[in-house]
C-alpha cells in the first residue's frame, strides 16, 4: 500500500474534526448474534450453551434492517459485523448486502470457517473493507485446545485460503494466552506467508456484563506479552516510537472517556441495544423503546462528561500514549471507570521500558554513524 497523498491526508483530517465537532456517529459495530461455531476458552460472551439459548431474544432480521437504516440517517459510514460469528445468523448474507446498498463501508470479523461459495460470490459482489480472521494457533492441536472444537483449524485455514484466492482482503488476529503462547510468532509467520495484517493483543477480559472473571486466569504475565508481542512483531518497536514522538505533547484531556465511544463510535448488541461501545454495558439502552438517534443525541452521549474521581493517575501518565486501557474495560475488571486495570498498566511499564530502550537503542547507533562518517 502506498503512502496516501498529503492533500488527502489533511482532508482526512478535517473531515474526523468536523465529525468529532459535530459528534457524527461515524463508525458503528454490530454484534449481529452473540452465537457461535466455536467454544473458546477465553470467551468475553461465557459458555456458548447459554449463547444459543438466547436466539429466540434476538433482533429480527427486519428490526436489523431497520436499525441499519436508521444507523445511515444519523451519518454512520463504517460498520463493523461481528458476533459471536456473524456467519452463524441465517440472514447475515441479506444483512450484509442491505449494509453495503445503503452505502456502508463493511468490515466483517468472523473465524472463517463458514466462508462458502455462496459468502464469497457476496463477497465478491460487494467486497468488504476487510475480513479480519481470529486465529488462535499455527497448529490443530493449539488451536483446537482453545476452540474446543475438534476439526476446527484446518476449516479456519481453508477459509482463510478460500477469500484470499478470491481476491478477498484480510487480516489475521490472534489473543496471546498461556495456551497458545509458544505459537504467537509463528502465527505471525503465517499471516506474513499469506501476506496479510496480523494484530496481537494480550488483553484477555471477565464475561459481559461482569459475572465471571474465568479468562482473566489464561493471562500471560506483563513481561511474557510485551517480550512475545515485540518478537513476533519486531518492527512495532519503531512504529510506537513514531507514534508516541508524533503525539508528545498534545492535550487529550481530563474526561474519564477520551476515546471515540459516544463522540464519534457505537456498538448495537443483539438483543436490541445501543451503547457507547461493546465494554460500555452499563450504558446500554433499548432500541425498541427510542430511535437510534434519540439514544445517540440523549443517552449514549452521557459518558462524555464523567470526570475521574481525585488521585486518578491514568491521564497524566506520561506512559500513557503506550497503554492500552479504557475505562469500559477498568469497569469490567473493577466495577469502576476510574479505577485502573492493574495489568493492564503492569503491560504498559513493560512495554514503555522496550520503547524507551529501543530508542536509546537507535540514538547510539545514530551517533556511531555520525561519527564514522
Request: aromatic share 8%.
Amino acid at each position: 500500500m502506498g503512502v496516501m497523498p498529503q492533500n488527502q491526508v489533511e482532508w482526512t483530517r478535517a473531515f474526523r474534526n468536523r465529525a468529532i465537532q459535530d459528534r457524527v456517529p461515524l463508525s458503528g459495530s454490530l454484534e449481529l448474534t452473540s452465537r457461535c461455531n466455536l467454544k473458546c476458552v477465553h470467551c468475553y460472551l461465557g459458555p456458548q450453551e447459554d449463547q444459543w439459548k438466547k436466539r429466540e431474544q434476538e433482533m429480527s432480521t427486519t428490526k436489523v434492517l431497520s436499525v441499519i437504516d436508521e444507523i445511515v440517517e444519523s451519518g454512520c459510514l463504517y460498520l463493523l459485523i461481528t458476533g459471536g460469528d456473524p456467519m452463524v445468523h441465517r440472514d447475515f448474507a441479506q444483512i450484509y448486502r442491505y449494509a453495503c446498498e445503503k452505502g456502508l463501508l463493511v468490515t466483517v470479523f468472523c473465524d472463517g470457517i463458514l466462508v462458502n461459495e455462496a459468502i464469497l460470490a457476496l463477497f465478491d459482489e460487494y467486497p468488504p473493507q476487510v475480513v479480519e480472521i481470529s486465529i488462535y494457533g499455527a497448529t490443530a492441536p493449539v488451536y483446537e485446545a482453545i476452540t474446543r472444537v475438534k476439526g476446527s483449524y484446518p476449516r479456519a485455514i481453508r477459509g482463510i485460503e478460500r477469500l484470499l484466492d478470491a481476491g478477498i482482503s484480510v487480516g489475521l488476529k490472534t489473543v496471546m494466552m498461556e495456551p497458545n503462547k509458544h505459537e504467537v510468532v509463528a502465527m505471525a509467520e503465517l499471516a506474513r506467508a499469506y501476506d496479510v495484517s496480523f494484530r496481537v493483543d494480550s488483553a484477555i477480559f471477565p464475561c459481559l456484563p461482569v459475572s465471571d472473571d474465568s479468562p482473566t486466569a489464561l493471562r500471560l504475565s506483563p513481561q511474557e506479552a510485551v517480550a512475545i508481542e515485540f518478537a513476533a512483531a519486531p518492527e512495532r518497536l519503531e512504529k510506537w516510537v513514531e507514534f508516541i514522538d508524533d503525539r508528545r505533547g498534545a492535550d487529550y484531556g481530563k474526561a474519564v472517556y477520551r476515546c471515540g465511544a459516544g463522540l464519534t463510535s457505537f456498538h448495537l448488541d443483539p438483543f436490541g441495544h445501543a451503547q457507547p461501545c461493546l465494554m460500555t454495558t452499563q450504558y446500554r439502552h433499548s432500541l425498541e423503546e427510542n430511535s437510534f438517534e434519540s439514544l445517540w443525541r440523549n443517552e449514549l452521549v452521557q459518558l462524555r462528561s464523567l470526570q475521574p474521581r481525585a488521585g486518578f493517575e491514568c491521564n497524566s501518565c506520561e506512559m500513557q500514549l503506550a497503554c492500552s486501557t479504557c475505562p469500559g474495560f477498568n469497569y469490567q475488571e473493577n466495577g469502576a471507570e476510574d479505577v485502573k486495570s492493574q495489568y493492564v498498566c503492569e503491560t504498559t511499564n513493560e512495554r514503555w521500558r522496550a520503547i524507551q530502550l529501543h530508542r536509546s537503542r537507535n540514538t547510539r547507533s545514530e551517533t556511531s554513524e555520525t561519527v564514522r562518517t
